[in-house]
């Protein structure tokens, strides 16, 4: 038997009854390989497509609907934006409130009504690929935020004035959870802003804020007070360039950096102007920060001080539209 092929990847032998395809050690979208079998002397031959996904998908962004529907799409170079996967509703866990990404690495997907969810990872075609489901109840219900920190979960319940923090078992499960009491009801914004474990808790209406860590064993240490923020931020979020507080009533930014204790740089300072306003979701991605509205319009972006480089806008419609909620997917 002969044997050859068309596309990537590369095959053990060219001869034999049987050969190994390898794929290609990098690949950022779908792509396809023909392998052809011929057997000698006979004038027969046998073709086979391979379609080759990449392990994890690449600029990777869910648009997301209450009912389990939604979009997965990529942002490529220059931020064009190329849909993978459509989802019909229930294609996704239904009913979800917020997401997490445990290890920086899986997708997690919390409901706040009944303590479900899902834990799983987006592959290069955009299929979720599941590694636990979340019954009602396996996950704490009715908390307000959600904080991923690696191997530990940590929820803030603000009627209660809680956090619980919790970490993953061998199969995925929800384990060890240890409760700390004594927290303001008042935080709304509650983000991991280091790679310190630190998580910065923000109140919207009065501009005050804390800080602190959360060991290994969870156990949390206060650090740091802050009294002199702005109000009325809209939107927190982790970048690679710092952490980004963004104001979407007028287009206001603003770039801080987080030290280990709390300390606090600002970094870049961005006018209305600069920024729009009206953005109703954003969301830090391998690209740059995406900002969006739900008539499928926004703007890709990336951060350096006091620079705002604008890197695509996208008219109404460009963008999957509905999505009640954006995340980061992928790498």
Same mark, same amino acid.
């Given at each position: 038997?002969?044997?050859?092929?068309?596309?990537?990847?590369?095959?053990?032998? *060219?001869?034999?009854?049987?050969?190994?395809?390898?794929?290609? +050690?990098?690949?950022?979208?779908?792509?396809?390989? &023909?392998? &052809?079998?011929?057997?000698?002397? *006979?004038?027969?031959?046998?073709?086979?497509?391979?379609?080759?996904?990449?392990?994890?998908?690449?600029?990777?962004?869910?648009? $997301?609907?209450?009912?389990?529907?939604?979009?997965?799409?990529? @942002?490529?170079?220059?931020?064009?934006?190329?849909?993978?996967?459509?989802?019909?509703?229930?294609?996704?866990?239904?009913?979800?409130?917020?997401?997490?990404?445990? $290890?920086?690495?899986?997708? =997690?997907?919390?409901? +706040?009504?009944?303590?479900?969810?899902?834990?799983?990872?987006?592959?290069?075609?955009?299929?979720?690929?599941?590694?636990?489901? $979340?019954?009602?109840?396996? @996950?704490?219900?009715?908390?307000?935020?959600?904080?991923?920190?690696?191997?530990?979960?940590?929820?803030?319940?603000?009627?209660?004035?809680?956090?619980?923090?919790?970490?993953?078992?061998? %199969?995925?499960?929800?384990?060890?959870?240890?409760?700390?009491?004594? $927290?303001?009801?008042?935080?709304?914004?509650?983000?991991?802003?280091?790679?310190?474990?630190?998580?910065?808790?923000?109140?919207?209406?009065?501009?005050?804020?804390?800080?602190?860590?959360?060991?290994?064993?969870?156990?949390?240490?206060?650090?740091?007070?802050?009294?002199?923020?702005?109000?009325?931020?809209?939107?927190? =979020?982790?970048?690679?360039?710092?952490?980004?507080?963004?104001?979407?009533? %007028?287009?206001?930014?603003?770039?801080?950096?987080?030290?280990? %204790?709390?300390?606090?740089?600002?970094?870049?300072?961005?006018?209305?102007?600069?920024?729009?306003?009206?953005?109703?979701?954003?969301?830090?991605?391998?690209?740059?920060?995406?900002?969006?509205? +739900? %008539?499928?319009?926004?703007? @890709?972006?990336?951060?350096?001080?006091?620079?705002?480089?604008?890197?695509?806008?996208?008219?109404?419609?460009?963008?999957?539209?509905?999505?009640?909620?954006?995340?980061?997917?992928?790498?």
């Amino acid at each position: 038997m002969k044997w050859s092929l068309e596309g990537p990847g590369s095959l053990s032998s *060219t001869t034999g009854p049987s050969v190994i395809y390898t794929p290609p +050690a990098t690949l950022s979208v779908l792509t396809t390989a &023909t392998l &052809t079998a011929a057997l000698e002397g *006979t004038g027969l031959s046998a073709r086979a497509t391979i379609s080759v996904a990449p392990a994890v998908l690449t600029g990777g962004v869910l648009f $997301y609907k209450a009912d389990g529907s939604g979009t997965v799409g990529s @942002l490529g170079p220059g931020g064009a934006f190329t849909p993978v996967k459509a989802y019909a509703a229930g294609g996704l866990p239904a009913g979800t409130t917020h997401f997490g990404k445990p $290890y920086e690495l899986y997708e =997690l997907f919390y409901s +706040a009504v009944d303590g479900s969810g899902a834990l799983g990872t987006f592959d290069g075609t955009g299929a979720f690929r599941r590694l636990r489901i $979340y019954a009602a109840g396996e @996950l704490p219900a009715a908390q307000n935020q959600v904080v991923s920190l690696n191997e530990r979960l940590v929820f803030y319940k603000s009627s209660a004035g809680t956090t619980l923090c919790g970490s993953y078992g061998l %199969d995925y499960g929800f384990s060890n959870p240890v409760t700390q009491t004594g $927290y303001s009801k008042e935080w709304n914004l509650v983000v991991r802003v280091n790679d310190a474990n630190g998580v910065f808790f923000y109140n919207q209406p009065t501009g005050t804020g804390a800080y602190g860590t959360y060991d290994v064993a969870c156990k949390w240490s206060y650090l740091r007070l802050y009294h002199n923020l702005s109000a009325n931020w809209s939107h927190i =979020l982790r970048t690679p360039g710092g952490v980004l507080f963004y104001r979407q009533s %007028d287009g206001i930014g603003a770039l801080f950096t987080f030290a280990a %204790d709390g300390a606090v740089t600002q970094t870049g300072t961005y006018v209305s102007g600069q920024l729009a306003r009206g953005w109703e979701q954003v969301v830090s991605t391998s690209a740059g920060v995406l900002f969006y509205k +739900a %008539d499928g319009s926004g703007e @890709l972006g990336t951060f350096s001080g006091n620079t705002y480089t604008k890197v695509k806008s996208y008219a109404a419609g460009e963008l999957p539209a509905g999505a009640e909620r954006l995340a980061r997917v992928g790498d």
